[in-house]
């Protein structure tokens, strides 16, 4: 058996084992119409009249250079996250423009490793036809219309490693200047082959200094997240007080438990709120825990569930109905929202993961 990967690649399930040894504001509407926000911000943009310096950073982003044009603080209190394909792997290939109302974070997949450990860089695929001038534009007019735009480092190819203080530095360097040179709002951790927590906290600490209101999100896989022991958790953990969210990847993974110590399958809603239990038990604040599952059985090699499940997922965590067999015994109304796997994939099937999934997060 083989698995996709996040960036549409095969790997060996050999890395997930049966079952594991141990256990804010609604969505903001623009006042004109989207449409029009979005002509408006990348006509300007493209002509250089948008401004990609301090007057367009939101009021809590530092003084002193190009900042965040959507901060942290102006994420939806419950938000939908979507990946955007930096490449073809037959899906929908899409321009930012064309990505999908709903979703009001997007993680440009992926940044690149360099030759200096730990520093990354951004290319477009020339294979997309995209130009960079009009990507710029194209994530002007995204802002525009209050969504974020952040960088995603790593997938299952991504070889970023930051293990000692120089990588680090050099992570958290090359993160700003992108963030400068794009308009990024943040950053995204979606390293699947081994994370040093000391050495990525004092990375993102270096980014959140520089950029006051940076977004953060994280997708890990869920073995990641079985313990605040791990190193995935307690990276989250060490940088809680601006972490955005942990949108978690319930998929391509091996039988699991959940925070009442029975092993649950993927492909359940039991899966996805018996897992999203044990983040939030295991200190995440709810309005930082997420639920990642793919676009489209073609998007992963397993753990696809009916987008339908996913709200159920939410309203069982929110308000304790909905669930399974597994019912929490608290509720989370804040709990944030959920992600997928990918804007390519959800549009290749018709926008069905984005029209079921999006209406009802933001109604939460």
Known sequence: MVWTRLDGTHAPPSSFPPTPEAVVPRTRRHPFPRSLVGLLASALAATGLLALGPAGAHAGSPAAGPGPRVGASQVPAHAVTGYWQNFDNGATVQTLAEVQDEYDIIAVAFADATGTPGKVDFTLDPALGYSEQQFKADVAAKQAEGKSVVLSVGGEKGAVSVHDDASATAFADSVVSLMDQYGFDGVDIDLENGLDSTYMTKALEAIHAAK?????????????????????????????????????????????????????????????????????????????????????????G?????????????????????????????????????????????AAAGNKWSGTVGPHVHGM
Do not use: H
């Open 302 to 346: 397993s753990g696809y569930v009916d987008p339908g499940v996913v709200n159920s997922a939410l309203d069982c965590l929110a308000k304790g109905t909905g669930c399974g067999s597994f019912q929490p015994d608290q509720k989370w109304p804040g709990i944030r929202g959920a992600m997928t796997w990918s804007t390519a994939w959800d």
């Open 212 to 300: 006051s209101e940076v977004v953060v999100t994280m997708a890990p896989q869920t073995v990641d997240m079985q313990s605040p022991q791990n190193e995935y958790f307690k990276t989250a953990l060490n940088i809680k007080s601006f972490l955005t969210v942990v949108n978690m990847q319930y998929y391509n993974s091996g039988s699991m438990n959940g925070c009442d110590g029975k092993v649950y399958s993927a492909g359940t809603v039991d899966f996805l709120t018996a897992l999203a239990c044990v983040q939030i038990k295991g200190g995440l604040d709810p309005s930082q825990v997420g639920i990642g599952t793919p676009a489209s059985p073609q998007a992963a």
